[in-house]
């Protein structure tokens, strides 16, 4: 009712109070996930960012990012969906970092027009890093024989199951070079003058808050609450923004469907071999 009665009043006796749409992009970035490992891609988070964009009152929108990276692909989506929604709505963008803003995370981060941290974050490792196992010698003693046939002679490349081959190698590190060249483009377009010309910047690794504004990569250290509130008043009020879910973190379909028991075990061993991986990328930084 109090909403109804002041929409009545004269917009010359309303008291303003800017609203920021607040959207969380956490979480080890990668495409698919599940209902029980959310992933940090463009398909889950289209929605909320078209939501907080389009908030036409709004003159910011403010990015909370905790992710320790991952896709570089789904990392450069994120980004670029958000730079379009900003220049389309006039917007601007302010960043904040959590935990960790790195790789991935931080290319994410780029899309700020402003990025802050705390002191403590982890941001940087603008770098490309990619790992594996191999097993030939355990298929070697437990007496399997592998057998691959192929059209093309380098169809089976890094093949776990088999030694490796340099050059296997040197052509995995020439498509590393060239992520890296376009990881290290984004950052000095969007970064400019405010970036360091220490050349460690683009060596992988990452440093914290503290160092990263040394360095330029961030813009200052502070949380989203207290830097908004300087910018835009006391009364300004940060609101979440989420995109429609469902049971156990789906989105929510035009019509319900019915979720099968064997679906929902499908999804949990999944999901645990997925938290492995997860955690291996967090532990990176420490977390």
Same mark, same amino acid.
Not at 71 to 76: F, M, T
Not at 126 to 140: A, D, H, M, Y
Not at 156 to 179: A, R, S
Not at 261 to 285: F, H, I, P, Q
């Given at each position: 009712?109090?909403?109804?009665?002041?929409?009545?009043?004269?917009?010359?006796?309303?008291?303003?109070?800017?609203?920021?749409?607040?959207?969380?992009?956490?979480?080890?970035?990668?495409?698919?996930?599940? %209902?029980?490992? /959310?992933?940090?891609?463009?398909?889950?988070?289209?929605?909320?960012?078209?939501?907080?964009?389009?908030?036409?009152? %709004?003159?910011?929108?403010?990015?909370?990012?905790?992710?320790?990276?991952?896709? /570089?692909?789904?990392?450069?989506?994120?980004?670029?969906?958000?730079?379009?929604? %900003?220049?389309?709505?006039?917007?601007?963008?302010?960043?904040?970092?959590?935990?960790?803003?790195?790789?991935?995370?931080?290319?994410?981060?780029?899309?700020?027009?402003?990025?802050?941290?705390?002191?403590?974050?982890?941001?940087?490792?603008?770098?490309?890093?990619?790992?594996?196992?191999?097993?030939?010698?355990?298929?070697?003693?437990?007496?399997? =024989?592998?057998?691959?046939?192929?059209?093309? =002679?380098?169809?089976?490349?890094?093949?776990?199951?088999? /030694? =490796?081959?340099?050059?296997?190698?040197?052509?995995?590190?020439?498509?590393?070079?060239?992520?890296?060249?376009?990881?290290?483009?984004?950052?000095?377009?969007?970064?400019?003058?405010?970036?360091?010309?220490?050349?460690?910047?683009?060596?992988?690794?990452?440093?914290?808050?503290?160092?990263?504004?040394?360095?330029?990569?961030?813009?200052?250290?502070?949380?989203?609450?207290?830097?908004?509130?300087?910018?835009?008043?006391?009364?300004?009020?940060?609101?979440?923004?989420?995109?429609?879910?469902?049971?156990?973190?789906?989105?929510?379909?035009?019509?319900?469907?019915?979720?099968?028991?064997?679906?929902?075990?499908? %999804?949990?061993?999944?999901?645990?071999?997925?938290?492995? =991986?997860?955690?291996?990328?967090?532990?990176?930084?420490?977390?």
């Amino acid at each position: 009712m109090a909403g109804f009665l002041k929409r009545l009043l004269p917009k010359r006796f309303r008291k303003k109070r800017v609203v920021i749409p607040v959207v969380r992009l956490h979480g080890a970035i990668q495409a698919g996930g599940s %209902a029980f490992r /959310p992933a940090l891609n463009l398909a889950s988070y289209s929605a909320a960012l078209e939501k907080a964009f389009a908030m036409k009152e %709004a003159p910011a929108v403010a990015l909370s990012i905790n992710s320790p990276g991952g896709s /570089p692909v789904q990392s450069r989506m994120l980004y670029h969906r958000i730079r379009s929604l %900003a220049e389309e709505n006039g917007k601007k963008v302010f960043v904040f970092v959590e935990d960790v803003a790195a790789s991935g995370g931080y290319m994410i981060a780029l899309a700020g027009d402003e990025i802050f941290a705390d002191p403590t974050s982890i941001v940087g490792s603008i770098g490309v890093v990619s790992g594996g196992f191999g097993f030939p010698e355990l298929l070697r003693k437990i007496g399997v =024989e592998r057998r691959v046939y192929t059209a093309g =002679e380098n169809k089976v490349i890094l093949d776990p199951f088999q /030694p =490796e081959k340099p050059q296997d190698i040197e052509y995995l590190k020439t498509l590393q070079l060239d992520i890296h060249a376009v990881f290290i483009d984004m950052v000095k377009a969007r970064r400019g003058d405010r970036l360091s010309s220490d050349p460690e910047v683009f060596s992988g690794l990452f440093w914290t808050g503290t160092r990263g504004l040394e360095l330029g990569l961030v813009d200052g250290l502070a949380d989203m609450r207290q830097e908004l509130r300087k910018r835009y008043g006391d009364k300004v009020k940060l609101e979440l923004v989420t995109g429609a879910r469902g049971f156990l973190g789906r989105r929510v379909p035009g019509v319900a469907g019915a979720i099968r028991a064997e679906e929902v075990a499908a %999804a949990a061993a999944s999901g645990l071999a997925g938290t492995l =991986e997860d955690k291996a990328l967090w532990s990176r930084y420490g977390l």
